[in-house]
């Protein structure tokens, strides 16, 4: 499984890889990507763009995209 990073509305797929390992056996269990983010620009994309989405919805709504995620 490859884990990646979404950012300002795209999916990051590039950077170096590092394999996730199980504290158990000590196998790879996931690939993870160390992508160069641009945290400047996520903040600016959260205040513009996820900021207003997220207060047009309803408690209720906003709870359901958080069940949705977990």
């Not at 160069?36 to 989405?53: T, W």
Request: glycine fraction near 8%; proline fraction near 3%; hydrophobic fraction near 35%.
């Amino acid at each position: 499984m490859k884990v990646q990073s979404y950012s300002k509305g795209q999916w990051i797929e590039d950077g170096k890889e590092t394999n996730l390992v199980s504290a158990v056996t000590g196998d790879p269990v996931a690939q993870l990507v160390e992508a160069d983010l641009d945290y400047k620009g996520m903040c600016e994309y959260a205040r513009q763009k996820a900021g207003p989405q997220l207060r047009s919805m309803s408690i209720h709504e906003r709870a359901f995209k958080i069940k949705f995620l977990a």
